[in-house]
């Protein structure tokens, strides 16, 4: 079914295009999924990605160009002239057109809109173009079908008819008033019963889910998921009617969201892929270290104070890799826990109950782990001193690391800041210089050094 | 729109409960989206949630079940009898019913199974509880609308009326021939286009895009993302169509898959959420720290072999958990980048070659950081053995660090193994061992004690 794209594949296409051989390409690319034409247009270089893209027609390659990395989109992009971007634009939905115009150069975007032959479509793209791209505005499509609570089913139908050539998938009819706001939904089922002559006011269903038009993509997601909606319709802030967002949208957003946050939990900043270039790689992967070094040379300080008891000491030295690691462990996996829940919008009650718990939780690991540690290096110092000295820290850290790593996420979302920003290096680097701080102080006032 | 879950809103219907208004909750009720009331139901007592589920009907309450927490389900269906449960069952689409059964202990399944009143339905349930749920077979369900590519358009219509009853959302027409076969898809406008008498063999259209059953769920999800599908039939070893899988649990595969991920790569082994009780986040969370306790024992004994060096070269013991950080962040990021590339299907190629591309990575991250430590060292402790053994440790630690976390998880997905496990914690303490033992040795080397 779906195409594999074999090295021997992206060879012969590029035997092709090298020979110019316009119609076995054509033939070829005719029998391929859109989106298994992106993932070959990934594997080639620009010139010969162009290249395809002017081969095929434009209603192809507009959905080519919608499924290509974004750096190949740019590019193609940039070969393109005004008036052949705007062709692609003509052929793609609203939501869809604007974002590829929404990575255009700014100068560019005028002269492209300006050559867009369908003027309705080209105003509809400019409206978009107004909203964030991480809001249900940014999200939405114009494509719709929408019918006046005043019209006869007669009517209603021979203007559904109209619309739905337009939409590429119906899932909704809504219905608005003379203002165009949103009144509610229409069976297809209920319309079918009616007779011809009722009015639409006397059939539709006045319950229907919305979105506002600024909500944030995330939480759009998590309605459409929690309701199983396939469509959601949008208003704006008088209530009107604006546009639709469908579940193929959605998907992407769930899709990216993790993968940022997940990104975020692993020290990485941007959004990369395995098959990003090496600068790119480096990019997003090196803040997050050097944060890391700054964090490695402040323990370094820390134990810098305590120069004096090493000698006598050496053990306690021996072990602060391990209560750094953990306090880093702990640290992740508490915020790792809040930063998910703050997503899923599951974290409800009150700061305080939910750092007692963390408590509570960090007081049972933190006891089992450090009667263990405690056994293990009583057994091989034979040093009472030593091993409390040990254990207790490790206990003491690892309920400092849990806290830490629960209340950072929880104040970052309260002043609006993106919580998953505090998961992985950030946490693991400030839990280890507060282990190490917490450790040799607790070391000095048992062992008294 | 949504209800929101206030703690007022719970104490209502706590003491309408406890007064036993029944007709005032079913009021209440009523209104509220069954989304919502499993929300309400979630924050209730299991006895509390119990009468509601009585004192609602069972239409409302099959889908609630689905949509609470597992605990609260399982919980529920105890107070239940094989009865109770049996009617939940026949309310529900083949798919939910069979992940509600497959949750039961073993004895009740068959009690409850022999209770279901619709013969066919409960047939249908019991094939799908032959399937592992992480397959297409798992996902899908028997709802659907087919038809046999030797009916007339009229017998069609006649047809699909009736199993369109069945069908919450019918997305597709799908065509098959005499022996269940899956032939293509119909399109409504065709249908409705063609004369009555046409064959629906010469109006349908074979290209359909499909399943295996025992396709894996993150595949489905894969192919359903990237060709934007709502709906895609499944077939078995025969080519015969046995289900349909819908792009709602396809967004619940990605989400689980995702949220599996991201708590793999923070330590947490369970599917478990901030809400949860402590002591089951304390199994998910104790595995992986105790991982890290063994680590940093393991790095601490590495430490004792060189202890005769420690009264002389302090500084070097100072800069161990920087060393140990770095490794573990390295290693981190890495295997992310390969983990992610895998779940999305975008990492080819050979391992040799991504090995190629992480030593390159790594050589420039970690010649970045190490001439800033050699620098910092350097300027601290005026010492060139000491700034050069600090900085060359950090140099290789970095690139060793960066080849285990590409290698690892690429050779566990070569044996079949979920490449996920090898992020996090498992990655940070192997990497913490490698990378001490790695810069003592080579302290030893330039220093040499």
New interface residues.
Partial sequence: ??LE?TKDLIDNVRELIKNQKDTALSNFFAEV?H?DIAEVLDELSFDEAVYIIRLLDSETTSEVLMDVDEDVRENVLEQLSAKEIAEEIDELDTDDAADVIAELPEERKQEVIQKIEDKEHAKEIVELLRYDEDTAGGLMAKELVKVNENWNVLTCVKEMRKQAEEVT?VHSIYVTDNDGKLKGRLSLKDLLMASTRSKIADVYIPKV??VDVHEKAEDVAN?M????L?AIPVIDELGVLVGRIT??D???V??EE??K???L????TQD????DT?WQ??RA??P???L??I???G??RI??FF?DA??EN??L??????????A???G??S????V??LA?D???GSITD?LL?EV??AM??GL??AI??FI?VFATEQDMNIASAISVSLFVV?IVAGLVGTFIPLFLNKRGIDPAIA???FI??SN?IFG?LIYFWIAKVIIGF
Same sequence: chains 1, 2.
Avoid: C
Avoid at 265 to 268: P, S
Avoid at 317 to 326: D, E, G, N, V
């Fill in positions: 079914m779906a794209i999924h989106a998938r889910d919305f309605i998921r929690k309701y199983d396939e579940i193929d959605i998907v992407d769930i899709k993790a993968e946050d997940y990104q939990a692993a020290g990485i990369v892929e395995a098959d090496i790689l480096t992967r090196l997050w270290l050097f890391g070094l964090g490695g040379v323990a370094a134990m810098g120069d090493i000698a050496a053990i030295f021996m072990f602060t890799p391990l209560i750094a690691a953990m880093g462990n702990v992740v996996q915020s790792a826990i809040i998910q829940g899923n599951d974290v409800k939910r718990k509570s939780l049972i690991n089992a782990l263990l540690l293990y690892i998961t992985g290096p693991t680097t280890d190490i």
